[in-house]
Nanobody, 124 residues
Framework: QVQLVESGGGLAQPGESLRLSCAASGFTFAHYNMGWFRQDPGKEREAVSCIGHSGFEYYATSVKGRFTVSRDNARNTVALQMDNLRPEDTATYYC??????????????????WGQGTRVTVSS
């Protein structure tokens, strides 16, 4: 079955960087679109960035120019490099997967498979 395991969260000061990684197993990773989402208690889950299996990329306006998504199909991993972090980036970050057939989307409701999340706290 699909398994997604996030890592790399933690505490950072404003302006610092963190790199999140998601290890995928149980499916043919190269055929799937992958996404990063975040959520804080009491708030809706929001899309951060998505990367397709054939070139599709999406970034939320709030992270464009600061975050970079990448995937390694040989290692079945997707990463989110987060630079110039801000306090408003504080959230639990989730990795998600969707079979990449007519799936160039970054809407959270479209993704059926999710990891457990990794917490990112940005504070001075």
């Amino acid at each position: 079955q699909v398994q997604l395991v996030e890592s790399g969260g933690g505490l950072a000061q404003p302006g610092e960087s963190l790199r999140l990684s998601c290890a995928a197993s149980g499916f043919t990773f190269a055929h799937y679109n992958m996404g990063w989402f975040r959520q804080d208690p009491g708030k809706e889950r929001e899309a951060v960035s998505c990367i397709g299996h054939s070139g599709f990329e999406y970034y939320a306006t709030s992270v464009k120019g600061r975050f970079t998504v990448s995937r390694d199909n040989a290692r079945n991993t997707v990463a989110l490099q987060m630079d110039n972090l801000r306090p408003e980036d504080t959230a639990t970050y989730y990795c998600a997967a969707i079979l990449g057939v007519n799936a160039d989307t970054c809407g959270p409701m479209a993704f059926p498979s999710w990891g457990q999340g990794t917490r990112v706290t940005v504070s001075s």
